[in-house]
């Protein structure tokens, strides 16, 4: 090996060093960051879970006669209808 080909090898490696520490860096703030949504995620779910216990919906379920199906298939049928003030919705309360 010739002086300067050692020379341009020297030169090289801090700079490879250096590539190297900052995908370190990088990855670890890209890992962080996925750590941290995912935190989220589950501190939210915890936290709507507990607020359905303690607070559950006020007013009771009435059986209306019409088939979930039904509403379903006709999904557009319902929503006219609810827009045009044909059917109200409503809660019942004790």
Not at 26 to 51: H, S, W
Request: glycine share 6%; hydrophobic share 45%.
């Amino acid at each position: 090996m010739t002086s300067t080909a050692v020379a341009d090898s020297r030169r090289q490696r801090p700079r490879k060093r250096s590539l190297v520490w900052i995908r370190r860096i990088l990855l670890g703030f890209i890992v962080f960051l996925v750590a941290i949504a995912g935190a989220g995620l589950i501190y939210q779910a915890v936290a709507e879970r507990i607020d359905q216990r303690n607070f559950p919906p006020p007013g009771q379920l009435v059986d209306v006669g019409v088939d979930v199906q039904s509403l379903v298939k006709d999904r557009e049928a319902v929503v006219e209808r609810v827009r045009h003030g044909l059917i109200q919705p409503t809660v019942v309360s004790d």
